[in-house]
Each structure stands twice: as C-alpha cells, then as structure tokens.
C-alpha cells in the first residue's frame, strides 16, 4: 500500500542519513588524527632541530692544553683568565700579552700554540666545514694531523687566509702584513685582496702585504 511505501521509504531515508552522519564524523576523526600527528612530526623536528643546534654551538670544540703567565678567555660579554682544561667553543677568543703563552688542543689531536701578544678566535662554521681560526695579531705556531677532505683547516689574518690538510707551520700577522712559514706539508696561501693564491711547500716561507705578495 501507499503507506507502507512511504514509511519503507522513511526508513530508508533515516538509514542514509545515519550512514552519512558516520561517515562524516569518521572523517572527522581521520582528520583529527591527522592533524594530531602532523603536529607531533613537526614538534619532533623542532625538539630536534634544538638539540643539534644546542649541541652544535654549546659543545667544545677544543680545550687548553696548557698555560704560561696570564692569557684571557673572552665569551660572549664575558672575560677572564685562561685555565689549562678549558673548554674553548666557537666564536670564543684567546689574548696573550708579551710573557703569555697557551696551547690549544683539538679532539683529533691538532695543536696551535700562541705565542705573546696574539688575539685569536675560534670560528664557527657549519656542520660540514673544517676548523677555522682568525688571527687579529700575533704570531702562532701550528700542528695540525691530516684532514678530512673537503674540511681543510684554515687560518684567516687581515690580509690573507692559508689553508692547510695536515702540516706544521708558523703563521704571524698583523694589519699590514702576513708571515708563513711551512716546517712541513704545504699551505695554500691567498691575499684576501685579489684573490692571488700560491703554495707554500716544506722550508719555504711566503709574504703578503696590502702591496706584495711573495715567497
């Protein structure tokens, strides 16, 4: 009969509409979840990309070996006297006046000793670069054990940068002038101002000024 149809068809129709009433909120809660761990993915991320960053500026990157008379620690704002075990960071700065002396060692076994009267900074770098130091003044000694490729490490003075994998060499410099001398291994030395490079091998020395450039 006519009313037994329409109801039939009543019931189907609540049944549809309790079928898509689900499958909304099923998709609702798909979407939830989803959203759920989208947000745990990227606060994972950003938990991690605290730790390496936290790791990679606050870790030491090399200590005091040893001390003679009175050298100066900067960090930061902060200054005071160097002690043997220190642990030097990036950006951190070593000062000696004329009796001064320190030594720093770096994990792989590298040396620099700093002789009086030398500013010098440990720089940073990417994960990926080697060791960098810049040298304001002064005159330091080098021992450095062989390199990773690609990670050559490098000294930078006002005029010039010398990049070495593996030698002994001493490095003076000042506002005017940059002095190397290789004990061994070979160093790569370029003037900041033109870009001029040239190797610098076992027992030779090379001298660059804002003018000259020679070996």
């Keep these: 009969s006519n009313t ?3 109801v039939a068809s009543e019931m189907r129709q ?4 309790e079928l898509t009433r689900q499958q909304h909120q099923a998709q ?3 979407s939830s979840r989803w959203r759920l761990a989208t947000g745990l993915a990227l606060l994972i991320l950003v938990a991690a990309g605290v730790g390496w960053w936290w790791q990679h500026n606050t870790r030491p990157i090399a200590w005091v070996e040893s001390v003679t008379g009175n050298p100066t620690l900067v960090r930061g704002k902060q200054s005071r006297q160097a002690h043997v075990g220190d642990p030097l960071r990036a950006d951190d700065t070593l000062t000696t006046l004329p009796q001064d002396e320190v030594t720093v060692r770096y994990r792989d076994g590298s040396e620099l000793r700093l002789s009086g009267d030398t500013n010098l900074q440990l720089l940073r770098g990417e994960a990926s670069d080697g060791k960098r130091v810049a040298i304001a003044w002064g005159t330091v000694f080098a021992e450095v054990v062989k390199q990773p490729v690609g990670r050559q490490m490098q000294f930078l003075t006002p005029l010039s940068v010398a990049t070495v994998r593996g030698t002994r060499l001493w490095i003076s410099a000042d506002a005017e002038r940059t002095r190397l001398d ?4 070979v160093v790569d030395l370029q003037r900041i101002a033109d870009e001029q490079a040239m190797p610098v091998k076992t027992r030779e020395y090379a001298l660059a000024t804002s003018e000259a450039f020679v070996i």
């Design 4 to 6: 037994e149809n329409q």
């Design 182 to 185: 290789v004990i061994e291994g």
């Design 28 to 30: 609702r809660r798909q």
């Design 14 to 17: 609540l049944l549809d509409d």
